[in-house]
């Protein structure tokens, strides 16, 4: 039995996101800088929830993020597709000299946060360059889903992130994103396997992924956006709230 106390989401069959325990729920917004890159994050508006709550998972909701039903009518198909591997069973891995990087295509959410001032690949393999081996952790720690995670000596090297669902919206790409599942939120499939519990998760909200529940970027092809999206723009506000580990 879970723990009430302790934030949770589950997938429910062909149907929204069921999240159970405090939890923040907040919007957001993916901001460039001056080159027009994706580089930091600015917190948006607090979503109100109680203490359980369903949120959209097939992108046709009236009450965006909430769902109301609307899959029903749609006939969704939620049929979940995603490896239930852990992160480093799925993994290329990206040797450099200080840094040593994993990456999961199949996660990749769109944040396009991976090479914006030079690629995070090739800042990771030129780790030994105190420049390169900031923009790597820079560049990696804002990736939303959890696409690359780097590690040192055997140890990742994470952001800390306090348990938040936020809703992603990408001003500057006119598309709204997925669900940031932040801090270590446990998800559970439809058949009651937990997924391997990871500090940055993305799951799809636009009911269009072919990773599901995962989120895999294809709410930018279809051009998904919300009623919020108007509401925000790219500029940084001067407060990241991802810190990046220390170089």
């Not at 030129?126 to 390169?132: H, R």
């Not at 709204?176 to 009651?192: A, H, K, N, Q």
């Amino acid at each position: 039995m879970s723990d009430p106390q302790v934030p949770s989401v589950v997938v429910s069959t062909d149907g929204p996101y069921l999240v159970t325990g405090p939890v923040t729920v907040e919007y957001q917004v993916i901001c460039t800088d001056e080159t027009g890159a994706s580089w930091t994050w600015k917190r948006g508006e607090t979503i109100p929830t109680g203490k359980k709550f369903s949120l959209c998972r097939c992108g046709r909701s009236g009450t965006k993020p909430f769902c109301d039903d609307s899959h029903l009518e749609a006939g969704f198909d939620g049929t979940e597709t995603a490896s239930r591997a852990p992160h480093a069973e799925q993994a290329r891995v990206i040797e450099g000299p200080d840094l040593t990087m994993r990456d999961v295509y199949a996660l990749c959410a769109h944040g396009r946060f991976c090479d914006g001032h030079g690629d995070a690949w090739s800042a990771v393999e030129g780790s030994d360059q105190d420049e390169k081996r900031a923009i790597a952790l820079h560049e990696v720690s804002h990736c939303p889903a959890g696409r690359l995670v780097l590690e040192r000596a055997g140890v990742e090297v994470e952001p800390e992130l306090e348990p938040t669902i936020a809703v992603i919206e990408d001003p500057a790409a006119r598309i709204s994103g997925g669900l940031w599942l932040r801090g270590g939120i446990p998800v559970t499939s439809e058949d009651g396997t937990l997924y391997p519990v990871r500090n940055r998760m993305a799951l799809c909200r636009c009911g269009e992924s072919k990773n599901k529940p995962f989120c895999d970027g294809t709410h930018a092809v279809v051009k998904f956006a919300d009623e919020a999206l108007a509401s925000y723009d790219a500029a940084p506000d001067g407060a990241d709230t991802v810190a990046a580990p220390p170089a």
